[in-house]
T-cell receptor, first 114, second 112 residues
């Protein structure tokens, strides 16, 4: 398996633009997590899905952020409009959700909003 | 919801020194415990995990962790660090049926 695949790897955008980050989880995994990593805040859980359903989105910073999982093999994290403080590395991770399993991380998307 | 505390933000060691990184969690129920490592510019990778059984867990690259239930702790150790261990280390916890929460991370710098 290719692992968790995220795209793009790097994104530079201007303030106010819409940004869409994409994630393909490992086939057969039914939990998916979006994390944001910054120097100031470390690794924050934004939202996680189980069987394509959002279970906990309490970590989503504000209404400008939205996440979807239309099917088991694809998820998006959208920021609209983007702001410079959204600059961070965004990681997607997936897990089989059987008992006693860890999360497997993608390579991350480094977002820079100028 | 559970929380995870890592006591050290930045640890600097010389090669061959011993390492111990602290991790405490707040949840009192059944939890699964993990340590992940993030090398510079890379994604998080699993070092080791604990679910049940022997509280002393051995992971990759000579790392170990000890689960002490009474102290809600899961500390990571290595008897002799190498320059290549320079990385950020994250402790993580999930409930048996919950999401995974990470500590703030500890940055380890090993001087050659």
């Amino acid at each position: 398996d290719a692992g968790v695949i995220q795209s793009p790897r790097h994104e530079v955008t201007e303030m106010g633009q819409e940004v869409t980050l994409r994630c393909k989880p490992i086939s057969g995994h039914n939990s998916l997590f979006w994390y944001r990593q910054t120097m100031m805040r470390g690794l924050e859980l934004l939202i996680y899905f189980n069987n394509n359903v959002p279970i906990d989105d309490s970590g989503m910073p504000e209404d400008r952020f939205s996440a979807k999982m239309p099917n088991a093999s694809f998820s998006t994290l959208k920021i609209q409009p983007s702001e410079p403080r959204d600059s961070a590395v965004y990681f997607c991770a997936s897990s089989p959700r059987t008992s006693h399993t860890e999360a497997f991380f993608g390579q991350g998307t480094r977002l820079t909003v100028v | 919801a559970q929380s995870v505390s890592q006591h050290n933000h930045h640890v600097i060691l010389s090669e061959a020194a011993s390492l111990e990184l602290g991790c405490n969690y707040s949840y009192g129920g059944t939890v699964n415990l993990f340590w992940y490592v993030q090398y510079p510019g890379q994604h998080l990778q699993l070092l080791l995990k604990y679910f049940s059984g022997d509280p002393l867990v051995k992971g990759i690259k000579g790392f170990e962790a000890e689960f002490i239930k009474s102290k809600f702790s899961f500390n990571l150790s290595k008897p002799s660090v190498q320059w290549s261990d320079t990385a950020e280390y994250f402790c993580a916890v999930n409930e048996a049926v919950g999401d995974m929460r990470f500590g703030a991370g500890t940055r380890l710098t090993v001087k050659p």
